[in-house]
């Protein structure tokens, strides 16, 4: 199985921060990598996928980018509604597999 | 709009069955390959399965924390999956959601819309 290792497990930032999130893979997936954005009490929320596509209605300050085995998740800058937990998943093969998450927290 | 609304949570006994359902609208629901995802209480997402669609005979992959214990079925007729949950242990206690996938021109198939979820608690 391809684990995704995602660090930091935990944020602590101000408004207007530039924040990065990084997910490591066990072994090269190309790009098939996606991120989520999780608020509590709510479902995951696809962010961006095959890497640094950004989903339909998803603000321009997240960005992606990454291939192989190393990626990684910019917030430009951190807005209210983003203090949310962020989760990686690749798509390469079978089992699909999560990052272990980030939480993103107000300084 | 894409709508998926699971149902079918609940409280069950260790060793019991359950069944989930997640009733699809807004797309063409035989198109699509659909995934189940859960996250138990304070943790992460974990994966737990996939049907895919008539076109590719319906077949299903499974996490091996599952495998044998649960089966996805879908009744395109009725836009709906369903998680067929048995021997159930305690560390299935989880919120339980569907997902709906596309797939880009690469073959790659992302989960594009989530359902809100439901709880199944496993616990005596």
């Known amino acids: 199985d391809i684990q995704l290792t995602q660090s930091p497990s935990f944020l602590s930032a101000s408004l207007g921060d530039r924040v990065t999130i990084t997910c490591r893979a066990s072994q090269g997936i190309s790009s098939y990598l996606a991120w989520y954005q999780q608020k509590p009490g709510k479902a995951p929320k696809l962010l961006i996928y095959a890497a640094s596509t950004l989903q339909s209605g998803v603000p321009s300050r997240f960005s992606g980018s990454g291939s192989g085995t190393e990626f990684t998740l910019t917030i430009s800058s951190l807005q209210p509604e983003d203090f949310a937990a962020y989760y990686c998943?690749?798509?390469?093969?079978?089992?699909?597999?999560f990052g272990g998450g980030t939480k993103v927290e107000i300084k | 709009e894409v709508q998926l609304v699971e149902s079918g949570g609940g409280l069950v006994q260790p060793g019991g069955s359950l069944r989930l359902s997640c009733a699809a609208s807004g797309f063409t629901f035989s198109d699509h390959y659909m995934d189940w995802v859960r996250q138990a209480p304070g943790k992460g997402l974990e994966w737990v399965g996939r049907s895919r669609n008539k076109a590719n005979s319906y077949t299903t992959e499974y996490a091996a924390s599952v495998k044998d214990r649960f089966t996805i079925s879908r009744d395109d007729s009725k836009n709906s999956l369903y998680l067929q949950m048995n021997s159930l242990k305690t560390e299935d206690t989880a919120v339980y959601y569907c997902?709906?996938?596309?797939?880009?021109?690469?073959?790659?198939?992302?989960?594009?819309?989530w359902g809100q979820g439901t709880l199944v608690t496993v616990s005596s």
């Open positions: 997902a709906r996938t596309a797939r880009l021109y690469s073959g790659s198939y992302y989960l594009f819309n």
């Open positions: 998943q690749q798509v390469n093969s079978y089992p699909l597999t």
